[in-house]
């Protein structure tokens, strides 16, 4: 019974003689297409399968696809009355198996392996397909590397003077870590490209260096970003002019002639970029002067007018500020840095050439290829390069693929990359006139830019075969899978945000989504499945004073809450989808209908957790990682010891452990014998301790039982291979069976069966020895780099799934919630030293090494922002996709700083009035993360789609928790009956339950410290950030726990004097990390002359603080060294602020590190917490001893100034904005600067009068007002 199609659908079965190209929509059913069309093929006799040539994605895509080939098969025997077309087909059926229907890198293997002896290939090698054994090869190509460097090899271009050179213009500390990692990411960037060394080579080319903003490049990517900045700043200041039209005539020349003047800067700035005066242009930006604003009376009757249009000025204004950072620097000083960065490009360049070599000799001499290897040979097995003209002729291997196979199809054509299509085109008869070369694919979802994928090869292809006589292009648009709701929304959305300048291509109506499904056809729109917002409004969770143990603490945790609310209300009130299964009827909505998505994986354990309290059950992607686990570790640290036992972590994790079974009071012991030597010393002197009065004898015996054993282990380690140890290991302790009687039995003796077929994997390749495994398996950590595998259920499970988006990707659900939707983009490649781009080259900063400054290239900003467009352009074809995975219902899940910022971007986009039904290409470009652009595309010109927006506040959420029982009563005595009532009386008697009950009326009294410092004070007046979504659990302590000591918990006025013991001491790393860098920038301010500073120019203030520091480097520690330029120009920032200008000008009054202690009663401090009063009540007479540090303070005549330095992190990608993070900083510090505030009064009998809050690496200071009072 043969299926309907749609004449779209049937063009593309049908269709030959040409090269075609196949533009599959979502849920437009192109796999199924696809396979018919093979199916015709056969049964027409156009081709075998032994003739066709069918590449997949994945190998799932591939076994997908043979097994409903198979199927199709079968059917058409069945179906079959003419014997000759039946034997045909019983014999297509057993090509099946070995049909070429693969993915490409299975193919490549196939051509390498059949035409080898053309390109002197060794037919012996070996597959290397594990990422951290190349890690590791890779790793051992760069020593050899840098030992031909230190030699002065002639063989390599750069000196050993280039690399300390490069050395110590990109690596931190004393290793090189940073430079292997930028020349690794330099060569696996140039290797997606067909000639990887041609691409090495032209980076340094001097075109890149050429200062000319008339090139395309420049033009694309500057000019037009800053002609659009201007425009938008034009129309801001017509809007200003407008209102002003409405002014008394005693104002309105005033304030009319003053916008006029500003607006006259726009039109000559697009004076000067019309006619390519650039110079001109950029001195403008830099020289200009803005005046003030005209002040006005505040009785004065236009006073709203002349507020709203300053308003629109100050927008103006800021748009063309926006252009200094386009153009940091001079036209002259531009052209200086670009030619001063051609060197280092240079010797980047010949590093990683010299790096690329060095990695391919490694691999031919222990007959190695990896993936990436399997695209380069097969492609120049096809066509050879010739290495004078570097152009490429087929060779015989070409012409025999290009005999056999009558057609070449492609699925997933959007995500292949240059390379890739190279092959397929020497593979096909793509330059033919009758080329046979089927493509299909959606560029609107390719989303595998992190592969490198390429989907400017589908969109060049896509525009040219619109016109074109010789080749096809065919549209499959009508989606099979979802409602006219669902698709209605998603058309509505991309029809506002798509087009080519972001998203890479225009979507219109040839591009949007058709309902085809003929009940959804059928059906009245339905408002129960129209897209539904679901925001949680986060200003909300400052406000909330909702005493309840259900409060949470983040934005990720409220959605969870709004997810699972919403869950269980479409579960319990028995909500009803359509089901397409057996003719189609209504039922009650599933657990394993309903799918969470999200961009990444960080929020599934919130998920899990709260899931857990709302008892709906959820499956996810796996989250840990294998080698995490506590049998894998115990292993790996028992290999480590082996190898070598002076590694004290290892070394006490096994005494601890299942192997040796000592105890921490043993362990102790140890330490006490033997105090000055490393661990496995101590113990090596304990099981040889000869006097018996001093020891414990039955721990030496454990010990000396434990070093046999060892020494045991080492001898075995040198005689039979690692994976035999491995077992041995396990026979011997019986560590197989130790596991399996441990709760999930099953699957840990599993992993221990794993971890021995890893080891057995690895030393059958290059790689051997326990040391070299051990590597392998902290690589492998380190990269942590799961698998986006999607989240399949098998018959009968009902749970909601939780995955990517990515592993999304070809699937469908009834129900979709797309969390997360306010988070920021991944942008995290623009912010590195270096920014690859296939066609421009490297863009990097010019590095002065002698003066320890950085400056970025203006080719670093262009690339940069080529790559910002390339990089949202993804992200929107990820929202694309995550949309399309909707059957019925979308829900869309966010966070919105607070409602009347939602309001007020909403009246701004309603307040457009460009004509385009796309949003204005800087408003997209603005946007920082999906939710952004959803906004944007619901208030853009009345959106015509029918949604729900809801918008829950913090107590509308608790509102709706699920009711805990919180009576302590009640709780002990489930407790009791659990634990202990068959061992004991049925029922507590009175007596205990009073006891159990019974409370010490001071009971914080019992678990407070006198001492403080003011750092740890003022945690219990910042936002609590314990996890509060801990629901009941067996403890009763837990049961207990009151609010204060929970909020109490984690500062030292509740924690006992002492520390942990330690008892070992890890190395410390040579880089810094982020507290030593933290501390290290705090000393560096506290010690700074500013009377130095006072004698000299501004210009010259990055010279004498380079000096300083290094002096500090030499006097005091040297990891004052390693304090990177990006920081140092962010300290010269706040010297030459007003504030650090003044502090320069008044150097002599500067008092830096002034300590302090003074005595305050607890009840007044605590007094001074908002919100504490009600549960901090303690004696009248509790007193605290106070001591803390302030930074900084100046008295000048009657001003008392107090300033502390704070090197917070801005973190550029958070969730805040950058003025959100400054609010929070400053509402977390301030009762702690209030208190230095108190002391400093104290001390001088005079208040202080300005407390300023220097927020180093935000390049902010900040005034603090509203300080607590004691």
Known sequence: MSRQFNQQQLAAIEAKGSNILVSASAGSGKTTVLIERIIRHVLSDYASLDQLLVVTFTEMAANEMKERLEMALKQQINHSKDPELKRNLMRQLSILPEAHIRTL??????????????????????????????????????????????????????????????????????????????????????????????????????????????????????????????????????????????????????????????????????????????????????????????????????????????????????????????????????????????????????????????????????????????????????????????ERQPSIAAHFYQNQFKEVMVDEYQDINELQGLILHYLSHETKSTGNLFMVGDVKQSIYGFRMADPSLFLSKYERYQTSTDQQL?????????????????????????????????????????TGFPYFIEQQADSDYNAEFLLFNKDTMMESNEDLEGEFDTSREAEAHLIAQKIRYLIDSNQQIYDKSNGGFYRKIEYNDIVILSSTKNSFLTLQRIFDHYEIPLLSQKIESYFQRQEIQLMLALLKIIDNPHQDIPLVAILRSYFVGLSDEQLSLIRIYSQTTSYFQAVLAYANAEDTTTIDQTLQGKIQEFLSQLRHWQRLADEISLAELIWQIYMETDFLSYNAGLSNGLQRTSNLHGLYQRASDFESHYFRGIFGFIRYIEKVIDRDKDLQEPVLLDHGQNYVRMMTVHASKGLEFPIVFLMNTGQKMNLKELRETMVLSKEHGIGIDYIDTEYHLKYPTIHKEAIKKIRERQLKSEEMRKLYVALTRAEQKIYIVGTIASQNK????????????????????????????????????????????????????????????????????????????????????????????????????????????????????????????????????????????????????????????????????????????????????????????????????????????????????????????????????????????????????????????????????????????????????????????????????????????????????????????????????????????????????????????EVYLVLIDFEEVVLLTDLYQF
């Not at 004076?271 to 930006?285: D, P």
């Not at 590093?351 to 990695?359: E, N, P, R, T, V």
């Not at 603080?1105 to 120009?1129: A, C, G, P, W």
């Open 105 to 390: 890198h299975s193919f490549c293997l196939t051509v390498i392996q059949q035409f080898f002896y053309l390109d002197d290939i060794d037919p012996e090698f070996t597959l290397l397909t594990d990422a951290t054994q190349i890690e590791l090869l890779k790793e051992e190509a760069w020593a050899a590397l840098l030992e031909l460097i230190i030699d002065d090899s002639p063989s390599i271009k750069v000196s050993s003077d280039e690399y300390l050179t490069l050395l110590r213009s990109f690596s931190k500390g004393r290793n090189d870590d940073r430079l292997y990692q930028m020349i690794n990411q330099l060569c696996e960037f140039a290797r997606s490209n067909p000639d990887p060394l041609g691409w090495m080579e032209n980076i340094s080319h001097p075109d890149h260096f050429l200062l000319d903003f008339s090139t395309p490049f420049y033009q694309s990517s500057l000019i037009e970003y800053s002609m659009q900045l201007i425009k938008e700043a034009k129309h801001q200041w017509q809007l200003a002019l407008q209102l002003t039209e409405s002014l008394s005539e005693a104002t309105l020349e005033k304030y009319a002639t003053f916008i006029q003047e500003d607006a006259h800067i726009a039109e000559s700035l697009i004076q000067h970029f019309e006619n390519n005066q650039y110079e001109e242009a950029i001195n403008l930006i830099h020289q200009h002067s803005w005046k003030r604003w005209a002040s006005y009376r505040r009785d004065d009757e236009d006073k709203e007018i002349i507020q709203l249009a300053k308003k629109y000025r100050d927008q103006a204004v800021q748009r063309i500020k926006e252009l200094t950072n386009v153009f940091p620097y001079s036209y002259s000083q531009m052209q200086t840095h670009l030619e001063g960065s051609q060197v280092i490009v240079n010797s980047l360049s010949h590093l990683a050439i010299g790096f690329y070599h060095q990695f391919q000799r490694l691999k031919r001499q222990n007959k190695l290829i990896d993936y990436n290897d399997l695209e380069h040979i097969t492609l120049q097995l096809l066509a050879p390069m010739d290495p004078k003209t570097r």
């Open 474 to 514: 065919i549209i499959l648009d009508t989606n099979y899978r979802s409602r006219d709701n669902v698709l209605g929304y998603t058309n509505d959305v991309f029809e506002r945000i798509m087009d080519k300048n972001l998203g890479e291509m225009i979507y219109a109506e040839a591009e949007s989504l058709k």
């Open 902 to 1249: 939602w309001e007020e971007m909403q009246q701004l986009l309603l307040d457009l009035d460009d004509q385009s039904k796309t949003i204005p290409l800087m408003h997209r470009l603005k946007a920082s993360s999906w939710l952004d652009w959803l906004q944007q595309a619901l208030y853009y010109r009345s959106s015509n789609s029918s949604h729900a927006i809801h918008i829950y506040t913090m107590d509308q959420l608790l509102s709706k928790m699920v009711e805990e029982n919180n009576d302590q009563k009640d709780n002990l005595m489930q407790y009791y009956q659990k634990n202990f009532a068959s061992t004991a009386h049925e029922t507590p008697d009175d007596t205990l339950m009073e006891s159990m009950l019974f409370q010490y009326s001071f009971p914080l009294s019992t678990k407070t410290a006198s001492y403080q410092s003011v750092s740890e004070l003022k945690r219990l007046f910042e936002e609590p950030l314990i996890d509060k979504a801990n629901y009941l659990t067996e403890n009763p302590t837990t049961l207990n726990l009151s609010d204060i000591e929970s909020e109490l918990a984690g500062i030292r006025y509740t924690q006992g004097t002492f520390n942990e013991p330690k008892l070992i001491q890890s190395n410390k790393s040579q880089s810094l990390t982020p507290t030593e860098k933290g501390t290290l920038i705090h000393h560096l301010m506290q010690s700074l002359s500013y009377q130095s500073f006072s004698d000299i120019e501004i210009t010259h203030y990055s010279t004498e603080l380079v000096r300083q520091v290094q002096i500090l480097s030499q006097t005091i520690d040297s990891k004052f060294s390693l304090i990177d330029l990006e920081m140092l120009n962010k300290i010269i920032s706040y010297l030459t602020s007003e504030l650090g200008q003044f502090t320069i000008q008044h150097y002599d009054k500067v008092k830096v590190e002034q300590a302090f202690s003074m005595i305050i009663p607890a009840s007044k401090l605590y007094l001074s917490s908002k919100g504490q009063e009600d549960y901090l009540k303690y004696h009248p007479e509790d007193q605290i001893l106070i001591h803390g540090v302030i930074d900084a303070y100046l008295i000048v005549d009657q001003r008392v100034i107090l300033l502390d330095y704070k090197t917070n992190r801005y973190q550029a990608y958070s969730n805040q904005s950058k003025r959100e993070q400054i609010e929070h900083l400053s509402n977390t510090y301030r009762f702690q600067l209030s208190l230095y505030a108190h002391a400093l009064s104290l001390v001088h009998s005079i208040d202080v009068t």
